[in-house]
């Protein structure tokens, strides 16, 4: 399985944009970038995924890449809510989705 | 719509009884995954089923685990003769997609196993 690489920590203030990386620099052509998120006492929670495009939804935007070797998490407005441990992970086109996650990176939100 | 649920939600067990955790997919997922959970680490992939059949399940970290689906809906993870390394966070997540890394998994919220 292909690695993922995340900074262990990081901090943000409420109500400002946070940038979460990920390096993947031995990802496959046809690997899938995902990311998940688990709240304190909680299962993870799909958030976001993309392939090659940068990719919007109703929880971040994820920024990719063009060499597809990392790519960035966007929170436009952190919330306390979003206070979280996020992992980045890759998953397989073409085989079924077993999922390597390794030890994220533990987003803290001052208010 | 229902997500994932796990039941029970916390389990004590004394070392060397033998438990059993359940988990309730999405309506209609075919696939369904284990995980354990220790803490302070991520997920660690335990089994996947595709519908009924066990695909994988090269994450089971010993024989006294046993995870089974058998008619590729409810699934139960049981674990013989509990040691007190068995103590974790035991999540199971379900996917639409057989496979496909274009598809999310939805993940319960887990049972905490703890043997004394």
């Known amino acids: 399985d292909a690695k993922t690489t995340q900074p262990n920590s990081m901090e943000s203030n409420e109500e400002e944009p946070v940038h979460l990386p990920c390096n993947h620099s031995?990802?496959?052509?046809?690997?899938?970038i995902h990311w998940y998120r688990q709240l304190p006492s909680q299962g993870p929670e799909y958030v976001i995924h993309?392939?090659?495009s940068n990719v919007n939804n109703r929880m971040a935007s994820l920024a990719i890449a063009e060499d597809r070797k990392s790519s960035t998490l966007i929170l436009h407005r952190a919330t306390l809510r979003d206070a979280a441990v996020y992992y980045c992970i890759l998953l397989e086109s073409g085989g079924y989705q077993k999922v390597t996650f390794g030890t994220g990176t533990k987003l803290q939100v001052i208010p | 719509g229902a997500g994932v649920s796990q039941s029970p939600r916390y389990k004590v067990a004394k070392r060397g009884q033998d438990v059993a955790l359940r988990c309730d997919p999405i309506?209609?997922?075919?696939?369904l995954f284990w995980y354990q959970q220790a803490l302070g680490q991520g997920p660690e992939f335990l089994t996947y089923f595709q519908n009924e059949a066990q695909l994988d399940k090269s994450g089971l970290p010993s024989d006294r685990f046993f995870a089974e689906r058998p008619e590729g809906s409810v699934s139960t993870l049981k674990i013989q003769r509990t040691q007190q390394e068995d103590s974790a966070v035991y999540l199971c997540a379900s996917s639409l997609a057989r496979t496909g890394g274009g598809y999310e998994q939805y993940f319960g919220p887990g049972t905490r196993l703890t043997v004394t």
């Open positions: 993309g392939l090659t």
């Open positions: 309506s209609g997922h075919v696939s």
């Open positions: 031995t990802i496959s052509g046809t690997d899938y």
